[in-house]
């Protein structure tokens, strides 16, 4: 009986070193950098920025992806929100795992440089990732109303819905589109970001300056853009940034 169980156990040990000598004759470090890295930068351009055309409106070229650090400024808050098929949720559940670029907008602004300009940006983001499929993995965009009393569920959906219908929205970077209860739980958001709104305007508009945030996978704000930064050449340097730094790079 011990010799029986000892030649089984030379058997296996001789099947275990067989199968590593094999792995090593074919292992390469390359494949272990790809097993890491995000699939975004597997299958990509040489630079992600490069699927967008540079726009006169920016008087800037953005740096090298990689060359900088993007500090962390402070933690994303975390709040009840609503998405546009009616599911009550939590703004960290929504974010958690994946770089997303944020901004607060309502859907009657009128101000050419405020929302429009962020919806604007956001479509060609969203337009233009049918270039990089793999992104999608690693990157989503999220709006949330700050206008909640008039940006209920059924009309957030209906903006989205030439997102969500869109035949090739697989290839494309997902969208959340978010609105809150009502303001009371809007406002923890708001303060958490640093997004300031003013509600005293007489026309029915909300005063607010366009700003727009990258938070990384682990809820941390990693940027704040403002109006003239809002590139998506720039956005998406940023966030190629992020994923090389998620690789050690």
């Known amino acids: 009986m011990r010799k029986r169980t000892l030649a089984v156990s030379i058997t296996a040990a001789a099947a ?18 790809a097993r890491l890295t995000p699939a ?41 929100v609503l998405t546009a098929d009616g599911t009550t949720g939590q703004l ?17 602004c009128g101000d050419v440089d405020g929302c429009p300009l ?19 993995r690693d990157v989503q965009l999220m709006t949330i109303s700050f206008d909640p009393e008039r940006d209920t569920v059924e009309a957030i959906a209906a903006f989205a819905h030439p997102v969500s219908s869109d035949p090739a929205s697989t290839q494309k970077l997902d969208w959340q589109v978010l609105t809150t209860p ?16 003013d509600r005293g305007s007489a026309d029915d508009q909300i005063n607010h300056l366009l700003r727009m945030y990258l ?34 790079k």
Not at 20 to 30: E, K, M, Y
Not at 217 to 239: A, E, F, K, Q, S
């Open 40 to 80: 975004a930068l597997r299958a990509s351009p040489a630079r992600l920025s490069d699927v967008f055309p540079s726009d006169p409106a920016f008087q800037f070229s953005p740096p090298e992806p990689g060359s900088y650090r993007l500090n962390r400024l402070k933690p994303a808050p975390d709040g009840t």
């Open 16 to 33: 275990l070193l067989t199968g590593v000598v094999a792995l090593a004759g074919t292992w390469r470090p390359a494949d272990l950098m």
């Open 182 to 197: 009502d303001t009371a739980a809007l406002q923890p958001l708001l303060d958490g970001f640093g997004q300031v709104v």
């Open 215 to 248: 938070v990384d996978r682990h809820g941390m704000i990693r940027n704040v853009y403002g109006l003239g930064l809002i590139d998506p050449r720039l956005l998406m340097t940023d966030v190629e940034t992020l994923l090389l730094e998620e690789v050690g």
């Open 118 to 136: 962020a919806f604007s940006t956001l479509y060609d983001i969203h337009d233009a990732s049918a270039q990089l499929p793999d992104l999608r």
């Open 92 to 108: 960290h559940q929504l974010i958690d795992g994946k770089i997303t670029l944020v901004s607060f907008v309502y859907l009657t």
